[in-house]
């Protein structure tokens, strides 16, 4: 029977609750809805390096290669040798040995490629904190690479401005990022201070004491902007420049996360995103930016190039530079009654149905299904 190859090489949660977890969940039930709708059975092979061993062997007797249609695989942050629980490389042939057969049957190969975080000092921990370990991890980061570049006919980055440093000479692409459902709120009574919120880490000092000493210049005659400010407990006692703001009258900062999201999202009128803009930045697609726009929130971003193109393209939100005076405006203007309006309209409109899981899944198989002749 026709199918469709989907590959994890790593395994996968049973009750995934954060965003790692679940969108191997999400993309699978997408394509599986796909699948139903154009005639194809979905087959997927996932966990550590013995269970897909099972599930290859498993598929090899059961289909016939060349009834694939395409395989889409998505990597781990952790190169593919390493993914086993305890990180030991089992099985070293095994994953590029299908791989090989799949090209040798003429199936076209799709791979989503996550971050490329490990190039960066600054954000590497390589394993046990060893940095001795770093040169010899980037060699297999960069082998694991080339290994994908045998085998893999199309790259999917999270953005093509990536590829400066996937350096990927083959096809690459963007997906679309995969959305849940946008949910529509009631709008804000008429005379009530417009509310922004921002959830995130706030170890990138730079663009968090943007936002905060924008607020502050906002704020500086009358509460104008109130903003929800939402971040880990724990890096918070650990900054006393941010803890400086406890007493500002605009100012609410809780330590929420998952469900107890979604009553701070339904009462805020814009999210924010500022991140220093960097040459990680520049490329890197934040996770939030996709979870403020599933409820509806322009966004008020910095310049990064990634976001700021996304947002601009898109009417989805105003772009800042790294400045507390210009950020102060962008909020004013995304809160503005007539800009609020156009921008939620926008994304009403065009987000989830441009940018949803069944978007992804459709785009990756389109171009796949293109390659197969």
Same mark, same amino acid.
């Given at each position: 029977?026709?199918? %469709?190859?989907?590959?994890?090489? @790593?395994?996968?949660?049973?009750?995934?609750?954060?965003? #790692?977890?679940?969108?191997?969940?999400?993309?699978?039930?997408?394509?599986?809805? @796909?699948?139903?709708?154009?005639?194809?059975?979905?087959?997927? %092979?996932?966990?550590?390096?013995?269970?897909?061993?099972?599930?290859?062997?498993?598929?090899?007797?059961?289909?016939?290669?060349?009834?694939?249609?395409?395989?889409?695989?998505?990597?781990s942050t952790m190169p593919y040798w390493l993914t086993d629980k305890d990180h030991l490389p089992r099985a070293l042939g095994m994953? #590029?040995?299908?791989?090989?057969?799949?090209?040798?049957?003429?199936?076209? %190969?799709?791979?989503?490629?996550?971050?490329?975080?490990?190039?960066?000092?600054?954000?590497?921990?390589?394993?046990? /904190?060893?940095?001795?370990?770093?040169?010899?991890?980037?060699?297999? @980061?960069?082998?694991?690479?080339?290994?994908?570049?045998?085998?893999?006919?199309?790259?999917?980055?999270?953005?093509?401005?990536?590829?400066?440093?996937? !350096?990927?000479?083959?096809?690459?692409?963007?997906?679309?990022? /995969?959305?849940?459902?946008?949910?529509?709120? &009631?709008? &804000?009574?008429?005379? #009530?201070?417009?509310? =922004?919120?921002?959830?995130?880490?706030?170890?990138?000092? %730079?663009?968090?004491? $943007?936002?905060?000493?924008?607020?502050? *210049?906002?704020?500086?005659?009358?509460?104008?902007?109130?903003?929800?400010?939402?971040?880990?407990?724990?890096?918070? !006692?650990?900054? +006393?420049?941010?803890q400086a703001y406890t007493d500002r009258p605009w100012l609410t900062i809780q330590h929420l996360s998952g469900q107890e999201l979604?009553?701070?999202?339904?009462?805020? $009128?814009?999210?924010?995103?500022?991140? *220093? !803009?960097?040459?990680?930045?520049?490329? &890197?697609?934040?996770?939030?930016?996709?979870?403020?726009?599933?409820?509806?929130?322009?966004?008020? +971003? $910095?310049?990064?190039?990634?976001? =700021?193109?996304?947002?601009?393209?898109?009417?989805?939100?105003?772009?800042?530079?790294?400045?507390?005076?210009?950020?102060?405006?962008?909020?004013?203007? =995304?809160?503005?009654?007539?800009?609020?309006?156009?921008?939620?309209?926008?994304? *009403? =409109?065009?987000?989830?149905?441009?940018?949803?899981?069944?978007?992804?899944?459709? !785009?990756? &198989?389109?171009?796949?299904?293109?390659?197969?002749?």
């Amino acid at each position: 029977m026709n199918h %469709i190859l989907i590959y994890f090489p @790593y395994e996968l949660q049973q009750n995934p609750k954060s965003g #790692s977890g679940v969108r191997p969940k999400r993309l699978t039930e997408a394509f599986r809805r @796909y699948g139903e709708k154009q005639g194809f059975e979905v087959v997927v %092979i996932s966990g550590q390096s013995q269970q897909r061993k099972k599930e290859i062997e498993k598929y090899l007797s059961s289909y016939k290669m060349e009834e694939a249609a395409f395989c889409y695989m998505e990597n781990s942050t952790m190169p593919y040798w390493l993914t086993d629980k305890d990180h030991l490389p089992r099985a070293l042939g095994m994953d #590029s040995g299908f791989w090989r057969k799949l090209k040798k049957h003429h199936v076209p %190969i799709g791979c989503f490629y996550r971050d490329v975080y490990w190039q960066f000092d600054d954000m590497y921990v390589p394993p046990f /904190g060893k940095k001795a370990l770093t040169p010899v991890m980037r060699h297999i @980061y960069q082998t694991e690479l080339k290994t994908y570049h045998k085998y893999v006919d199309i790259m999917y980055l999270p953005s093509l401005e990536m590829n400066s440093f996937v !350096k990927w000479s083959k096809k690459y692409d963007e997906l679309p990022p /995969g959305m849940e459902p946008v949910e529509k709120t &009631a709008p &804000a009574p008429k005379g #009530s201070v417009p509310s =922004a919120v921002y959830v995130g880490g706030i170890t990138d000092e %730079i663009g968090i004491l $943007t936002m905060l000493e924008g607020f502050d *210049e906002i704020n500086k005659d009358s509460l104008t902007v109130q903003l929800q400010f939402i971040c880990r407990e724990n890096e918070f !006692k650990k900054s +006393a420049k941010i803890q400086a703001y406890t007493d500002r009258p605009w100012l609410t900062i809780q330590h929420l996360s998952g469900q107890e999201l979604k009553k701070v999202y339904k009462e805020s $009128t814009i999210a924010l995103i500022p991140r *220093e !803009k960097n040459t990680y930045h520049d490329f &890197a697609m934040p996770v939030k930016l996709f979870e403020y726009l599933s409820y509806s929130l322009p966004i008020v +971003a $910095t310049n990064c190039d990634a976001q =700021a193109r996304f947002l601009e393209e898109n009417n989805f939100g105003i772009v800042s530079e790294v400045d507390k005076h210009q950020f102060a405006k962008a909020v004013l203007r =995304a809160v503005d009654p007539d800009m609020h309006f156009k921008l939620v309209s926008s994304i *009403e =409109a065009g987000a989830y149905e441009h940018n949803s899981w069944d978007a992804r899944v459709e !785009k990756a &198989a389109n171009d796949l299904l293109g390659l197969k002749g």
